[in-house]
């Protein structure tokens, strides 16, 4: 691909997500707010993000924490209000930040007015809104499982029949086969756009389209419910939906749509992010995170699995499309306590390998608020202390299905989307971590991980070492070293289960070679040609430990990573 295919600007960006209920509290209520993310905009400027990518703000009764929409023209109480977020979007443009919000149109609230009208009767003006359908044999029109556990859909007494929803029952799916719904929806996006904001992220997109009749889906390995994905993911109308949105809305606007898209494989990737294409601009996908086992049964992972998924994406898209690159989210667990190690010495040079490996790969790279400082999973002792509606659903049913306390707590500990979603570590402050302006007596809407006394943004910022200011040097490369932006990806040495080596190529004679153990134990590679070439190199761009003294590069301490421009 030509230097100028790439010429947007959000293919050569890195973005940054809040989290806004977990990110700083203003107010002292314990919620994380509006007027604190405006607060701390310094702080994200520092790090050098060229964009924001906002979780929802929008009014909710919070059973999914805001990806469960009441109204999509007001803000959350708890947030803020309207003016709060002007001010928000002027200080980020100050600051030259782009701003990209979240939002959930595959699904509402069940408290949303439409799905109220919705249920009242089989002929109301909003009925075709939702899915409804009636029963079968006095059972559910299909045995669809819900995403978060439980059937897909649910009876509603007063008219007698189920409706759909692919996630919690408070989250009722609408349905886009309905050209009002498509109008609606069109509607609020360009009240938003209008707003001056730089994109949207679609949340969970690639379920808007149903296959028709809802075809009963195969029996789940586990469970009563059968798997309807086939048949909500991806389905037959999802891309006329698509380019429908873009010609009504997209093209009138310079922005950036980017797709959550869970279950697409690398030829639906294509489909969906194609520039010739006109739908989304990138999309998120999920096949690395699926990697070490399922939701709730983690296994280790496999390296190898590992890097044969970013060299099939790497390749397999190169000029076709585009990628988000990310190990973090709100709804994933801390990558450095998932793969890397969170004790020390080892978080620090496993958060930095972590970060090293995505940052010189081809896509858009995000960071999840606290990554840049090397935050961690955490172990609450009680169930209680859990908020996620995931975690909880699972602790229900697995105890139902005989699993002891201890199997369910290790797998909380492990997966628990929670674990993302503790408050922002800003300082060793005593009580909270300085996440709330509050006096002592505030409870945070979920507990702190203790390790704030040792990781912490104050900490961070004050060492020249930190993890924080090896994120900002990768974003500075990012930004000053277009390969690696438009180069091309080959893997090096694909066979080896600790290292993951890789280069960036261009046809000028200019070549990065990337390389990091993922591994605890010293690795040797015994490859004499490589480290010559290495050895040659023209400069070290990057590296986890403080000076490479050794004379053999392919000699790796425990995670040890690096990047070196090499001429050829
Ligand atoms: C998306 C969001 C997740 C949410 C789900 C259902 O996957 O990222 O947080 O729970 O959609 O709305
Ligand atoms: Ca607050």
Redesign the pocket.
Known sequence: MSKRQNNDWWHRAVAYQIYPRSFFDSNGDGIGDINGITMKLDYIQQLGVDMIWLSPIYDSPNY??G??IRDYLKIMPEFGTMEDFDLMLKEMKRRQLKLVLDL?V??TSDEHPWFIESKKSKDNPYRNFYHWAPGKDGKSPNKWGA?FGGPAWTYDIITGEYYLHT?TPK?PDLNWENPNVRKEIYRIMRWWLNKGIDGLRL??VNFLSKTPGYPEGKPRAEGQYTDGSPYFKNGPRIHDYLEEMHEKVFQHYQIIIVG?C?GTHLKDAELFSSPKRKQLSMICTFEHMDLDGGKWTPKLLDLRCLKFHFTSWQKGLYGKGWNSLYWN???QPRIVSRWGNDTTPYRDLSAKMFATCLHFLCGTPYIYQGEEIGMTNVRFTSLADYRDI?TTNFHSEASQSGLTLEQIMAAIYAKS?DNARTPMQWSAQLPHAGFTNGVENVTPWISINPNYTDINVEQALHDRQSIFYYYKKLIELRRTIPLIIDGKYEILHEENTHIFMYKRYNDNGQEIIVACNFSQQPIVIDDQKLNEHIAKRRRILISNYEEHLKSDWLDFRPYEAWAVEVEI
């Open positions: 999914d924490n990806y469960d959930a595959n699904h995403c996630f989250q949340n969970v959550e869970p989210n709100h709804d995931e989307r």
